[in-house]
T-cell receptor, first 110, second 112 residues
Framework: RKEVEQDPGPFNVPEGATVAFNCTYSNSASQSFFWYRQDCRKEPKLLMSVYSSGNEDGRFTAQLNRASQYISLLIRDSKLSDSATYLCVVLMDSNYQLIWGAGTKLIIKP | NAGVTQTPKFQVLKTGQSMTLQCAQDMNHNSMYWYRQDPGMGLRLIYYSASEGTTDKGEVPNGYNVSRLNKREFSLRLESAAPSQTSVYFC???????????FGPGTRLTVT
């Protein structure tokens, strides 16, 4: 079993719709969680950190469920510019080694 | 302020050739990382350097060596390239106490 699993997609979503995807992780000792965004053939960039209480940044909401070991990302009122691959990332230890999911591809259609 | 820079952007090697990927950051970060990204897989850590003068193996270090030349620069060397090392290589840096890693634009390496 992979340590961090994501549905690869692609998710094809009309502009303006709400889309959500999950990521599951296998190690219950995982410390911190992040969503990164990666545009085609570009480097990953931090989208948001995921806190135990959940957090919201504009149209984006991230949630953590430690009991079921998954994190989620919700995008409201999706824009064409949201088209990208979203990478789920888990911090495993104090040496700050990150474990990366393979990513979920999102395509927003006009 | 260029952030994290990597050279070269593209490279084609023949099996057995050697090369060094260069990475530099101008953000005065302590920690630097080398990852590879393959289709259908998450980024995998090759080596990292928590601070100037230290380096440690990550998940997939075999076939690679690194040098933390100074606080700014962290290079990755392939001594004898193999087709299995065909990948996109990303360098990243991070400031101590801050979660975010900043990535360079990547090097696309093909080994034939």
């Amino acid at each position: 079993r992979k340590e961090v699993e994501q549905d690869p997609g692609p998710f094809n979503v009309p502009e303006g719709a709400t889309v959500a995807f999950n990521c599951t992780y296998s190690n219950s000792a995982s410390q911190s969680f992040f969503w990164y965004r990666q545009d085609c053939r570009k480097e990953p960039k931090l989208l948001m950190s995921v806190y135990s209480s959940g957090n919201e940044d504009g149209r984006f909401t991230a949630q953590l469920n430690r009991a079921s070991q998954y994190i989620s990302l919700l995008i409201r009122d999706s824009k064409l510019s949201d088209s990208a691959t979203y990478l789920c990332v888990v911090l495993m230890d104090s040496n700050y080694q990150l474990i990366w999911g393979a990513g979920t591809k999102l395509i927003i259609k006009p | 302020n260029a952030g994290v820079t990597q050279t070269p952007k593209f490279q084609v090697l023949k099996t057995g050739q050697s090369m060094t990927l260069q990475c530099a950051q101008d953000m005065n970060h302590n920690s630097m990382y080398w990852y590879r990204q393959d289709p259908g897989m998450g980024l995998r850590l090759i080596y990292y350097s928590a601070s100037e003068g230290t380096t440690d193996k990550g998940e997939v270090p075999n076939g690679y060596n690194v040098s933390r030349l100074n606080k700014r620069e962290f290079s990755l060397r392939l001594e004898s390239a193999a087709p299995s090392q065909t990948s996109v290589y990303f360098c990243a840096s991070r400031e101590q106490g801050i979660d975010e890693q900043y990535f360079g634009p990547g090097t696309r390496l093909t080994v034939t």
